[in-house]
């Protein structure tokens, strides 16, 4: 099986990409299958729905409130499900390619330029209702189980509240060590291949603007400099990761004059999909 990663910042074009090929292989899913990340439960086959589902909630409700406490810890969360969802579709129907959109290291890596600097201190009480909080206070538990025996970073007082701070030290490790806690900790392995998505600085302004103008809630990152900041830091990510496994192919696919179905086929052509 070929693990393959469509990655790429809001505009690009991934999730559109991978609901092309869900759709194509939908009745061939031993060829090839392809998830979404972090909306996991769009397939509700996949495990952990009720979970994802309600962590996405959580990442707009941050969204609308401009919390980006409450916005990193909903992406991180969402990001420990990756591995459980990945070997659900591996071990259920044995593709020849699995995709994922988007990649848990990768993203991470480049994302947490941007929010780690905005973790000053543990949630507010009151950020979130008290089912949520139960709910996702027990998630955090499992998460905290995952951490590596020797880590360097203190997990004694990790629960829902201090999630914010666990992260900020988490992210502080240097790369190496880094990369290894995120492995135990989203349960997963670098990919076989990423294929990295880019547009034009021109045309992720104007898919931006569609975006807004068809009413869709702007993200806390979706600013245009910093969308063109992460393209170019998640390019760097994708590298560095192949550096640490040199078996990675990495493919860099320039959308912005691409219709889906052309993307979608060099995709193929790159990746080795028939």
Known sequence: MKRISIC???????????????????????????????????????????????IDRVSVQADKTGDPLLKTSALFLAMTMFGDVEAYYAETFKP????????????????????KGLLTGPLKRDALDAETTLKLGRWVETVRARVPADSPVDTTRLDLLTLPLFIRALFDLPPP?????????????????????????TKLAERMAQKAAGG?????????????????????????????????????????????????????????VR
């Not at 020849?96 to 929010?115: G, H, I, P, T």
């Open 96 to 115: 020849r390619f699995l995709f994922s959109e988007r990649q848990a290291l990768a993203d991470s890596l480049a994302y947490s330029k941007f929010y």
């Open 177 to 201: 060590e880094l990369v290894a806690h995120l492995k135990a900790i989203y349960r997963c392995a670098t990919p076989n291949e990423v294929v990295l998505l880019k547009v034009s600085p």
């Open 8 to 54: 790429g910042v809001d505009g690009t074009g991934k999730t559109s990409v991978i609901q092309k090929i869900q759709q194509r292989f939908s009745a061939t899913p031993a060829e090839a299958c392809a998830f979404r990340v972090t909306q996991y439960h769009d397939d509700p086959r996949a495990p952990l729905g009720e979970l994802s589902a309600l």
């Open 216 to 272: 869709a809630q702007r993200e806390l990152h979706e600013k245009l400099h910093v969308l063109e900041a992460l393209q170019g830091g998640l390019e760097q990510c994708c590298r560095l990761l192949s550096t640490f496994a040199p078996s990675l192919e990495f493919h860099a696919l320039d959308t912005s004059e691409l219709s889906i179905e052309a993307a979608c086929e060099r995709v193929y052509e790159l990746t080795g």
